[in-house]
């Protein structure tokens, strides 16, 4: 596979968590954010065990170097995961997905200082567009900056694109030191047995299987959509430089201002109008040119 497979696969992570934080968003608010981490995970372990059950005694025999970093890849993965889900629970999307774009410079530098992974200077120039457009278009308000930062979330949602930023690095180094399949396999596990195990310290087995059931359809579609761009998201930083897939894999609030527009007859502001063509403009052409 090429490059150009792995900027089509980011595309194919940036469409499903399109849907997958709205979709997230939802379940936290019907089951909790501790309850719905464990439905994502757990789905994810089952799902991939079929593809992964082969190779699981040739991993744990497997370098130290790599068990190392898929270790320190569930631990931030699971902080980053629980500040995503609360974050997305008592904020706004409007509020925390601008937030997020943080992750980008994040793993950006990790790959930079740890991997060596470099840049072009016009790459670094559509990035940093990508993501002052993807700001212009989330905030309604974009000069209200007191009022933004003391909405709900804010710094939860900052924190999550600490620790996301992170975790999306160490993904990617993870599948590459192993394969995309087997680090989202370990992830997965791992996650779903602690989120596990602390709703069975809480008491909340039987509360969870009860709004499980409940709520089955709408925990579903997130679980889907959330693993699918997962493995896409992996597979293509074992392609493309790590600091490009995660800035295009964000671009996903293009869909949801899109969705906006065809299915809600939403109205734009101005400044949303030019950040959504910025954006636009710099996702396309930073493709191109990195394919």
């Known amino acids: 596979m090429s490059i150009s497979v792995g900027i089509g696969l980011a595309f194919v992570a940036m469409l499903c968590w399109g849907f997958g934080d709205f979709l997230i968003q939802r379940s ?57 889900f609360e974050a997305l629970r008592v904020g706004k999307l409007a509020v925390v997905e601008p937030i997020w774009s943080f992750e980008v410079p994040v793993a950006a530098l990790l790959a930079f200082f740890i991997l060596g992974e470099r840049v072009t200077s016009f790459q670094i120039f559509l990035v940093v567009g990508l993501l002052i457009g993807l700001a ?9 900056i007191k009022h933004f930062l003391l909405e709900r979330g804010t710094l939860l949602a900052l924190l999550g694109a600490v620790f996301m930023g992170a975790a999306n690095f160490f993904m990617g180094w993870g599948a590459r030191l192993s394969d995309p399949i087997m680090a989202n396999f370990v992830t997965d596990i791992f996650i779903a047995g602690v989120t596990g195990l602390i709703l069975l310290s809480r008491g909340r087995v039987r509360d969870t299987i009860r709004d ?26 074992t392609l493309a430089p790590i600091g490009i897939v995660v800035a295009l894999s964000e671009s996903y609030i293009i869909i949801a201002v899109l969705l906006g527009l065809a299915i809600n007859r939403e109205r734009l502001a101005a400044h949303q109008k030019v950040g959504l063509v910025t954006a636009i403009a710099a996702a396309i052409t930073l493709a191109a040119i990195t394919v």
């Not at 130290?64 to 569930?74: A, E, K, N, Q, Y």
Request: one cysteine or more.
């Open 136 to 144: 212009l278009v989330s905030l309604k308000k974009p000069f209200h």
């Open 212 to 237: 499980i059931n409940q709520s089955r359809g709408v925990l579903l579609q997130m679980s889907v959509s959330d693993k699918t761009a997962w493995v896409a998201f992996a597979f293509a930083m």
């Open 28 to 84: 936290t608010r019907k089951v909790g954010d501790i309850e719905a981490l464990f439905f994502v995970t757990a789905f994810g372990a089952v799902v991939l065990f079929p593809f992964v059950y082969k190779n699981i005694g040739a991993f744990f025999a497997s370098s130290g170097s790599t068990l190392f970093v898929l270790g320190i890849l569930c631990v931030v993965l699971l902080i980053a995961a629980l500040f995503d």
